[in-house]
């Protein structure tokens, strides 16, 4: 009994110790600016050169450890992936990275919360995890348009709702591969941005997040209508 309790105090002692490691990430990642993101091109751009392959694994490394614990990392090493292997491979990087991390914390979420978390908070609840289930190609898709929406809430949200991992990560790819393209493009002509809101445009932002909204409702609201009816 007491071995047991002593391996449930250092379990409490690693999380806690992990949550602590995480908070002090996000202060420190907080701190990043556009300006820090052309420094670390200007110093990493003769590296890239010499070793593309090197380079793509160090951004597509850095972009997964950053998904992984849901750190505000993701747009900033885009661009800086677009700077240092142009708009394509860039892209590239970015999007392997995000869905490395993105897995990892899918499933971190699904062994530590069970796939049914969702229905225990309610109808409410256990209805919306139904129509995610339902559709979740689509519903996935659609949020990850969002680019208003922070990355790792939907991720924990799909794994609590006992989404399949295939599929979500089918939608994941899909809403999150025109993102990751613009900035890419945009980090391509890194120099020339005067801040990191110049890399997608108000316009284009307006466009996503309806586009996504759009899906979304169509993946979750229309099925939940038809069955009403």
Same mark, same amino acid.
């Given at each position: 009994?007491?071995?047991?309790?002593?391996?449930?105090?250092?379990?409490?002692?690693?999380?806690?110790?992990?949550?602590?490691?995480?908070?002090?990430?996000?202060?420190?990642?907080?701190?990043?600016?556009?300006?820090?993101?052309?420094?670390?091109?200007?110093?990493?751009?003769?590296?890239?050169?010499?070793?593309?392959?090197?380079?793509?694994? &160090?951004?597509?490394?850095?972009?997964?450890?950053?998904?992984?614990?849901?750190?505000?990392?993701?747009?900033?090493?885009?661009?800086?992936?677009?700077?240092?292997? &142009?708009?394509?491979?860039?892209?590239?990087? =970015?999007? *392997?990275?995000?869905?490395?991390?993105?897995?990892?914390?899918?499933? &971190?979420?699904?062994?530590?919360?069970?796939?049914?978390?969702?229905?225990?908070?309610?109808?409410?609840?256990?209805?919306?995890?139904?129509?995610?289930?339902?559709?979740?190609?689509?519903?996935?898709?659609?949020?990850?348009? *969002?680019?208003?929406?922070?990355?790792?809430?939907?991720?924990?949200?799909?794994?609590?709702?006992?989404?399949?991992?295939?599929?979500?990560?089918?939608?994941?790819?899909?809403?999150?591969?025109?993102?990751?393209?613009?900035?890419?493009?945009?980090?391509?002509?890194?120099?020339?941005?005067?801040?990191?809101?110049?890399?997608?445009?108000?316009? =284009?932002?307006?466009?996503?997040?309806?586009?996504?909204?759009?899906?979304?409702?169509?993946?979750?609201?229309?099925?939940?209508?038809?069955?009403?009816?």
């Amino acid at each position: 009994m007491r071995s047991d309790d002593a391996q449930r105090n250092r379990l409490w002692i690693l999380l806690a110790a992990a949550l602590l490691a995480i908070a002090v990430a996000w202060v420190a990642c907080g701190r990043f600016d556009l300006d820090d993101v052309k420094r670390a091109a200007r110093a990493l751009d003769a590296t890239a050169a010499a070793h593309p392959l090197l380079a793509f694994l &160090g951004v597509t490394a850095a972009q997964a450890a950053g998904m992984a614990v849901s750190l505000p990392t993701k747009a900033l090493l885009a661009l800086l992936a677009g700077a240092l292997l &142009g708009p394509f491979a860039g892209a590239a990087a =970015t999007e *392997v990275g995000v869905l490395a991390g993105t897995t990892a914390l899918f499933f &971190g979420c699904r062994r530590a919360l069970g796939p049914d978390t969702l229905s225990r908070f309610g109808r409410l609840a256990s209805g919306l995890q139904d129509r995610l289930r339902s559709r979740p190609v689509l519903a996935v898709a659609g949020l990850r348009l *969002v680019v208003t929406i922070p990355y790792g809430p939907i991720t924990i949200a799909c794994a609590a709702a006992g989404m399949d991992y295939r599929r979500f990560l089918l939608g994941s790819l899909l809403g999150d591969l025109p993102v990751a393209a613009l900035y890419a493009f945009a980090g391509s002509r890194l120099m020339s941005l005067a801040s990191a809101d110049e890399a997608i445009s108000p316009a =284009t932002v307006v466009v996503l997040v309806v586009a996504g909204v759009a899906m979304f409702a169509a993946a979750v609201v229309v099925p939940a209508r038809k069955r009403a009816g």
